[in-house]
């Protein structure tokens, strides 16, 4: 067991929060990864049926479909993380008692 000292966080809290983190992240990437894989499934799947095998047809159409989505979905990552920020900026009174 550890001692806890006074001001010390436990370490259910900082899993807690790793947790949330990582959760955030995922949420925030969902949407270029995929919108990523459905192209490059459809692509994938356009090549397999008429036999080109070129590997930039797979790239192009995944990078401008990625960069669409992260311009549809940019303001709502940007509130997301604002947000995710404010609140753990909201518990820094919780960690320091």
Same mark, same amino acid.
């Given at each position: ?8 966080? %436990?370490?259910?809290?900082?899993? /807690?929060? @790793?947790? *949330? #983190?990582?959760? *955030?992240?995922?949420?925030?990437? #969902?949407?270029? !990864? ?6 490059? !499934? &459809?692509?994938?799947?356009? *090549?397999?049926?008429? %036999?080109? *095998?070129?590997? &930039? !047809? &797979? ?7 990625? !960069? ?10 940007? /509130? %997301?993380? @604002? /947000?995710f920020t404010m609140r ?10």
């Amino acid at each position: 067991a550890l001692d806890r000292e006074e001001g010390s966080v %436990s370490i259910g809290f900082v899993a /807690n929060l @790793i947790g *949330q #983190a990582v959760l *955030q992240v995922l949420l925030m990437a #969902a949407p270029m !990864l995929g919108m990523g894989l459905i192209v490059g !499934l &459809t692509v994938s799947i356009f *090549q397999a049926t008429t %036999s080109i *095998q070129e590997q &930039t !047809l &797979t790239f192009v159409p995944k990078l401008v479909v990625v !960069l669409g989505s992260l311009l549809v979905f940019g303001s709502w990552i940007v /509130n %997301s993380m @604002i /947000n995710f920020t404010m609140r753990i900026f909201g518990l820094i009174p919780d960690m320091v008692r």
